[in-house]
């Protein structure tokens, strides 16, 4: 046996795939904070909003899975994007149990305003477009394996 592998501590912080994506994602959501701010978003929302300005009037349970939240985490999330005026909730005419999201004319209009937040975004992050589009290749990929 060598010795390095005999040094791998299978619990050290520094061997685990786990940590460098849980504190990455903190902070790329933390550098969001100052641009999504004068928008009233969190980040949860600020990608509900993104989902919803692709494919608008869709069920809460196909953008829960399109954003990857829970029914518990994405209906107060709504009920707080409804308030502000951004989407609207309804039940559907062909099946009572499901309930539709729909932009309202607020929440399309915010999408203008949302327009600069990728490239600012971009601009906090050390890494060519070549670099991150490889990152995200790969993240896609592992998000895959792990659904």
């Excluded at 709504?78 to 999201?101: F, N, P, Q, W």
Aim: aromatic share 6%; net charge negative; proline share 5%.
């Amino acid at each position: 046996m060598s010795d390095e592998t005999q040094d791998f501590n299978p619990l050290s912080l520094d061997n685990q795939l786990c940590f460098p994506l849980y504190a990455a994602s903190r902070e790329l959501t933390r550098h969001y904070k100052p641009f999504l701010d004068p928008l009233g978003l969190t980040y949860p929302q600020y990608v509900t909003m993104m989902a919803l300005w692709e494919h608008d009037e869709v069920k809460v349970g196909e953008l829960g899975e399109r954003v990857h939240l829970d029914s518990a985490t994405l209906t107060p999330l709504l009920k707080r994007l409804e308030a502000h005026g951004y989407v609207s909730r309804r039940r559907s005419t062909s099946d009572e149990r499901a309930v539709i999201v729909s932009l309202t004319d607020e929440g399309r209009k915010l999408r203008e305003r949302a327009l600069s937040v990728p490239s600012c975004i971009v601009g906090c992050i050390s890494m060519d477009v070549e670099e991150a589009l490889q990152l995200k290749a790969l993240l896609e990929k592992l998000l895959a394996g792990l659904n």
